[in-house]
């Protein structure tokens, strides 16, 4: 299994521009989120996913958007891209349903805005 | 509000000394507690956590950490400290009673193991 992949690893945008964060799991898991890690948060919700087509906002969602047609994918959409936006982003996977509360996180993609 | 406190920024050990890092959590209901270790440049990975029943549990790399539920606190352990676990450390709480399936990390713990 390759656990969460994410791609790209390192993206720079110019501001205004738009871009998705790719994310994807083949463990079959239900339960999809996005997290922003800045120097010192933590990690911030962005948003995230109980199963196929259906998303919720978390804690931090103004600025991005997201998808889940199908249970392996669940990218990320900045749209018009802002400095505010400089971070790492972290997707990870659960399967609450099956008993399965631990996280499994991607490497993180380090975007940077300028 | 639901929320996890890790009140040290950084915590130092000599290499062979026991370590622990601090949490605490506020939720309303039952906590479902995890430990995390983010090595650098890296995502995190999951060490342990605490569901239901015997208050001390054991993880990976010889990790533990004890559920204190009068005391909110799900403070990790190890015995001897390493160099390669200086890493970034979060604890983080699903309340499971919610319905929301969010989970509430802390601001991360940097453990540094002297040699």
């Known amino acids: 299994n390759a656990g969460v992949t994410q791609t790209p690893k390192f993206r720079i945008l110019k501001i205004g521009q738009s871009m998705t964060l790719q994310c994807a799991q083949d463990?079959?898991?239900?339960?999809m989120y996005w997290y922003r890690q800045d120097p010192g948060m933590g990690l911030k919700l962005i948003y995230y996913s109980v199963g196929a087509g259906i998303t919720d906002k978390g804690e931090v969602p103004n600025g991005y958007n997201v998808s889940r047609s199908t249970t392996e994918d669940f990218p990320l959409r900045l749209e018009l891209a802002a400095p505010s936006q400089t971070s790492v982003y972290f997707c990870a996977s659960s399967e609450l349903d099956r008993g399965l509360y631990e996280q499994y996180f991607g490497p993180g993609t380090r975007l940077t805005v300028t | 509000a639901q929320s996890v406190a890790q009140p040290e920024d950084q915590v130092n050990v000599a290499e062979g000394n026991p370590l622990t890092v601090k949490c605490t959590y506020s939720v309303s209901g039952n906590p479902y507690l995890f430990w995390y270790v983010q090595y650098p440049n890296r995502g995190l990975q999951f060490l342990l956590k605490?569901?239901?029943?015997?208050?001390l549990v054991k993880g990976s790399y010889g990790f533990e950490a004890e559920f204190n539920k009068s005391q909110t606190s799900f403070h990790l352990k190890k015995p001897s400290a390493l160099v390669s676990d200086s890493a970034l450390y979060f604890c983080?709480?699903?309340?499971?009673?919610?319905?929301?399936?969010?989970?509430?990390f802390g601001t991360g713990t940097r453990l540094k193991v002297l040699a």
């Open positions: 605490y569901i239901t029943g015997d208050n």
């Open positions: 463990m079959n898991h239900n339960y």
């Open positions: 983080a709480v699903l309340n499971a009673d919610s319905g929301t399936y969010k989970y509430i």
